[in-house]
């Protein structure tokens, strides 16, 4: 693998083409009112989503690194040890846990009221940091069959959902 782009509390972060082509589909489908704020968020959150990953791997003595691809990140890991049951679903759930709780944390620090639906009064911005954190942080289920495709269909509508479905054909061909 190529060298990192940068490293995040010492985990190498690998940043991929396609994670700037994704970026670069946000901002042209959105427009640059909401698309630059959500392009921000979702690089954040994502990057927090993945570091969650990565801290809780790390706690079990794994060494970790995270990679933004298209769509998508992910914390490899490699564990030195046997990992037990309670250990793995730890840190299964340690990235979806992250990116919910800062993204709430972020709602609440800006005066927002993160379950309140009916949000017409909120910025761009507001609206863009509650869709990128505690929506999409709420629809992550690892290894699921509708994971990726739903994620796509709630960002760019039909055409995503046909996105999706043949990024999580190719995933998981690979397996």
Do not use: C
Request: glycine share 10%; proline share 4%.
């Amino acid at each position: 693998m190529a060298a990192p782009a940068f490293r995040l509390f010492g985990f190498p972060v690998h940043v991929r083409l396609g994670f700037l082509m994704f970026i670069g589909l946000v901002l042209m489908i959105n427009g640059l009112e909401i698309g630059a704020w959500f392009a921000l968020f979702l690089t954040v959150l994502l990057l927090v989503h993945e570091l969650g990953h990565a801290l809780a791997a790390r706690a079990t003595g794994a060494k970790a690194e995270i990679t933004l691809d298209f769509f998508a990140g992910y914390a490899s890991f490699t564990p030195t040890r046997e990992l037990r049951w309670w250990e793995t679903a730890g840190i299964s759930l340690a990235g979806p846990a992250a990116q919910f709780g800062v993204g709430v944390g972020a709602l609440v620090a800006w005066g927002l009221d993160p379950t309140d639906v009916h949000h017409a009064d909120w910025s761009a911005a507001q609206q863009a940091l509650w869709f990128a954190g505690p929506v999409i942080a709420l629809f992550n289920k690892t290894g699921e069959l509708l994971d990726i495709p739903l994620l796509y269909l709630f960002l760019f509508g039909a055409w995503g959902l046909l996105i999706g479905l043949m990024a999580w054909v190719i995933e998981h061909r690979q397996e």
